[in-house]
Structure formats: structure tokens, C-alpha cells
């Protein structure tokens, strides 16, 4: 099947739009991508709605302005979708399916509860494609933490590496970090690992006016704070046995007189690095080989981070595109790939990826007029 992927991640920076051709097997041949970026008033707006969400206690709830948000947040996909098909001569008869993730504006593992906000009829009717959507709640009812749902995809992606040292591990570092583990057997462990670029954005838009740390040259011009950093780390979440998935709320930045600009970007890109090293400590191996994707790792400092902690193990560490992937468009690719699961009725998470208590498919489909 021919799919399209919509991403709009935690980052809140645009609308990621991937094509795939696959089974939702082993068969994946990647298409062309297309980042939409918001304009800073929609991402306040979105901010805005994250807030309204604290209120939501059962997961239809839309409270405050997050009806028309939801609306404005799927039209402005369905533009997206028009925008990437006529930019490749494609019209909606070419595409079997989207899948579309919306956007996460609450996520409390702990009460079974998540909200990606996102009409998936209204864009099945807007775009006149089928749409595959909500794929985060079947797992939950299946006692899973709703997330992470890449590593079905990183597992497909896993089978075309030739020449990598194992484990290996995908890391993706949004606005949240999460990584996948795929041994040589092919067996897989995911969780979320921590902060990823969400604390750090805040940090330099508060401190410098700017949405993000271009490169990490910010944080390569500070220091260490060694005691922020450790507030960090020693979060629970990296000890806990059973939570395996962050909301973006459960790490905040620090106060404003905690640090500089710089030492603050400085600490938070290591404490972005360190967390992926604490989180892989419940992993049964240490990685050989870490591949990353996501916006940071356009970040040097962090990636520099990570390659001295990864090297303590003799492990290496790659951007996406130095194993032969794209790193900008892995996630969005991925929600293609869910969506071909989703409607052939194959497991989207596993014991393993979410802690669900078996295999589970997932997704509501919306078939277009
Ligand atoms: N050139 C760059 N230098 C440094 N950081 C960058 C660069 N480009 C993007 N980023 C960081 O990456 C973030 C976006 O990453 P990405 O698109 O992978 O996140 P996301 O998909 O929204 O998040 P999640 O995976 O948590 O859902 C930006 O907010 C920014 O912090
Ligand atoms: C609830 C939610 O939207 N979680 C996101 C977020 O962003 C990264 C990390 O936290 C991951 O768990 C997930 O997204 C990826 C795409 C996933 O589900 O695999």
C-alpha cells in the first residue's frame, strides 16, 4: 500500500508529512517528506490548548478552546497533505491511506489517560483519502502506556541494517526523547528516555528569544552546572520499574535565576545525552550502535555528549543519516507504516514497547466519502 504520514510532535515546531510504500511487514520503501513549520502564533495557540487540557478527565473532552483548535490543527494537515501531493503530482486516488498521530495535548500514563487532539473524518473529508487515526488509546485499554509507538517501525527499519554493531538503538530526540533496542535476534525493548530539545526550547525562547538552540551553539559557549544536572537525573522517572512514558509536562525548565543562557543551554543538552545513557541502564545489553533521529540531533552538543557517554561502552553513535535513513522524516514514516498495521489488523506495540499486556493492534479508521 502507498501511505502517507502526519507527525505534528511534542516539539510543536510544524507538520511532518512522509510517504511510504509497504506491507506493514518487512516491505518499506521510503518516499519523499515535506516539513510544514507552524508560525509562532499557531504554536502559542497550541501551547494554549496544552493548557486547556489539564482540565480533560475522560478523553473526548474538549474544553475551553480546544474544539476549534482541533479543528484549525486538522485542516491546517489536510493543507499540508494537498501542499505534499500536487509538490509530487499526486492526487488522492494514489494514496490507499493516511495516518495521522494529531497532536499530543495531555499524556498521563499513570491514569490510563492520552488526547491526541485531531478529526480524523474531517480529514478523511478534506484530503478524500482514508484516514487511520487515535492509535495511542487501544493499548492503553490494554494496559499499555499508550507510547512509544515507533519501534514497530524502527524494528522494520532494523532488518535493512547491514553492517552495524549489536544491539542496536534507535534514539529519537523530539521534544521528548524516546529510544527502541533491537538485538541481533531481532528482540525489542523501548521507553521513553527522557527530556530530549522540549526543556532546552523553553530555556533559550525564555532566556534569548529564540525557538531553539540552532546546532546547541548556545549550549557549546556555557559550563556544566553539575547540581542542575543532577536534579535532573535523579528524576523517578529513571528509576521507576513500570513508567515508561513522559508527558511534556513532567520535566520542567529551570527557574530563571537556577542559570545563564548559556550554562543552562549547556546542562540541559547534557542532561538530554545523560538521560538516554540512564534510561539504557535498563536495557539487558549496552547498545554497540546508536542511531539518531529527530531535531537533536542537529543539536552538536548534545550529540557530542552522547558519543563520550556512548564510547565508555565502546559503542558508536550515527545521525539517522549515516545509517541510511532521514532522520526529519523517521516519525512521520512511521505513522504510515501504523496506518498499513492498523488496517491490516497487525500489532502496533508489544510487552515490550508500551508494557501492554499483549500484542495490540490500534487506530480508527475514517474511510473518505
Ligand atoms: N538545527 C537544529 N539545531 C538544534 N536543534 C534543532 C535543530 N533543528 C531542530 N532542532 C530541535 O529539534 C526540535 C524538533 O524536533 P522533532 O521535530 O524531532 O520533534 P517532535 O517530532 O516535535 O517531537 P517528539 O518526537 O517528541 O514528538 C526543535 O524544537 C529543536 O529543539
Ligand atoms: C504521548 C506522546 O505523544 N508521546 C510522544 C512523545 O514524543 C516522543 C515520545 O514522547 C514518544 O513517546 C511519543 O512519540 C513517538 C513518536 C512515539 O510514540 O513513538
Not at 13 to 35: H, K, N, Q, W, Y
Not at 46 to 73: F, N, V, W, Y
Not at 233 to 248: E, G, I, K, V
Not at 323 to 344: I, Q
Request: aromatic share 6%; with cysteine.
Amino acid at each position: 500500500m502507498r501511505a502517507i504520514g502526519l507527525m505534528s510532535g511534542t516539539s510543536m515546531d510544524g507538520i511532518d508529512v512522509a510517504m511510504l510504500t509497504t506491507d506493514g511487514e518487512t516491505l518499506v520503501e521510503r518516499g519523499p517528506f515535506l516539513s510544514v513549520p507552524y508560525e509562532p502564533a499557531f504554536r502559542d495557540k497550541l501551547k494554549k490548548g496544552l493548557a486547556d487540557a489539564q482540565a480533560i478527565t475522560e478523553r473526548s473532552q474538549r474544553p475551553a478552546s480546544l474544539a476549534a483548535l482541533e479543528r484549525e490543527l486538522t485542516l491546517r494537515h489536510a493543507e499540508a497533505v494537498k501542499v505534499f501531493l500536487e509538490a509530487h503530482g499526486l492526487g488522492p486516488g494514489d494514496i490507499d491511506v493516511i495516518g495521522f498521530h494529531g497532536q499530543t495535548v495531555m499524556h498521563r500514563p499513570d491514569q490510563a489517560l492520552t488526547v491526541q487532539i485531531g478529526d480524523g473524518a474531517l480529514l478523511a473529508r478534506e484530503t478524500g483519502i482514508d484516514v487511520v487515526y487515535d492509535m495511542r488509546a487501544n493499548d492503553m485499554i490494554h494496559g499499555g502506556q499508550g507510547a512509544p509507538l515507533v519501534p514497530a517501525y524502527h524494528a522494520a527499519l532494523a532488518a535493512s541494517l547491514e553492517a552495524a554493531a549489536w544491539p542496536v538503538c534507535f534514539v529519537n530526540i523530539g521534544g521528548i526523547s524516546n529510544l527502541t533496542y533491537i538485538d541481533a535476534e531481532g528482540r525489542i525493548l523501548a521507553f521513553d528516555s527522557g527530556p530530549g530539545n522540549a526543556l532546552i526550547d523553553q530555556w533559550v525562547e525564555v532566556n534569548a528569544g529564540v525557538p531553539f538552540d540552532q546546532g546547541g551553539v548556545i549550549a557549546s559557549e556555557g559550563s556544566m552546572l553539575v547540581p542542575l544536572a543532577e536534579r535532573y537525573l535523579d528524576h523517578p522517572f529513571f528509576t521507576a520499574d513500570q513508567r515508561r512514558s513522559l508527558d511534556r509536562n513532567d520535566f520542567r525548565p529551570p527557574a530563571l535565576d537556577e542559570a545563564g543562557l548559556h550554562d543552562g543551554a549547556r546542562t540541559l543538552a547534557y542532561v538530554t545525552a545523560a538521560a538516554i545513557q540512564r534510561s539504557a541502564g535498563h536495557l539487558p545489553h549496552p547498545p554497540q550502535t546508536y542511531i539518531v533521529g529527530g531535531g537533536g540531533r542537529l543539536n552538536r552538543t548534545i550529540m557530542a555528549d552522547l558519543a563520550d557517554i556512548a564510547a565508555r561502552h565502546g559503542a558508536t553513535v550515527l545521525k539517522a543519516e549515516e545509517a541510511g535513513f532521514d532522520g526529519d522524516a523517521m516519525e512521520a514514516e512511521a505513522w504510515a507504516y501504523l496506518a498499513v498495521r492498523s488496517l491490516k489488523r497487525l500489532p502496533l506495540t508489544f510487552p515490550g514497547t508500551t508494557g501492554v499486556s499483549r500484542p495490540v493492534s490500534g487506530g480508527l479508521l475514517c474511510r473518505a466519502p
